[in-house]
């Protein structure tokens, strides 16, 4: 049986040790690299040529979001799973773009850490929360066909659906996504396809930012 050959990207090495024992106590998959930093990610990553890239997101110099856009090319087999210490929207949407598979917590339990690597080794999508593998699907669609929207409101910078329109207002006004999905009769998980879908159209990393835009624009 081939095992997942995998490279940890870390700058604590305290962490990177755990990880690797976790990881080599599984019969199918082993640790063939670390690297403490983007630049020897990026060197180990062309030499060893591994499975999965378990990559810190947050690091000295380059990021892990800068270091794996070095390290995808066309074609290539590798996959990222991103691990953070924060459940942030802005490093999801980023890690969506940038082609990641996989983005989970750091202290997600070893299970779903060895579940997320077989996942995203099977090319699957495996991202915390809300954001299931059905809305990664969803918000790839939606960027790769930016013309399957109803309902436009234009602005002068962007246009949003009516349904988009008015999340993004109560969302403006403090409510949280059960608040609203309770208020539309609708799932948490398609508030946050809205959301993501609002980021993309604003072409922004957070959804303050689409606050901010649509404010400026008098949008909301």
Excluded at 198 to 220: D, G, P, T, Y
Aim: glycine fraction near 6%; charge should be negative; proline fraction near 2%.
């Amino acid at each position: 049986m081939k095992k997942i050959q995998l490279l940890i990207v870390d700058d604590h090495e305290i962490f990177r040790n755990g990880v690797k024992q976790l990881i080599n106590n599984e019969e199918d998959m082993e640790v063939i690299g670390e690297a403490a930093n983007g630049e020897d990610a990026i060197d180990l990553a062309s030499k060893l040529n591994p499975d999965v890239i378990i990559m810190d997101i947050r690091m000295p110099g380059p990021s892990g979001l800068d270091t794996s856009k070095s390290i995808l090319k066309p074609n290539s087999k590798t996959k990222i799973l991103f691990f953070s210490l924060y459940d942030r929207e802005d490093y999801v949407a980023s890690a969506l773009d940038m082609g990641a598979h996989g983005f989970i917590l750091k202290d997600t339990s070893n299970k779903i850490f060895i579940n997320a690597i077989r996942a995203v080794n099977n090319g699957q999508y495996y991202f915390i929360g809300e954001v299931s593998d059905t809305l990664v699907r969803k918000y790839k669609e939606l960027r790769s066909n930016p013309g399957m929207y109803e309902n436009v409101v234009s602005t002068s910078n962007v246009s949003l659906s009516k349904r988009e329109e008015d999340i993004l207002r109560l969302v403006s006004f403090g409510q949280a996504n059960k608040e609203i999905a309770d208020n539309y009769g609708i799932s948490i998980r398609t508030i946050e396809t809205h959301r993501l879908n609002i980021m993309r159209k604003f072409k922004v990393n957070s959804i303050e930012e689409a606050i901010e835009m649509a404010k400026s624009s008098e949008l909301i």
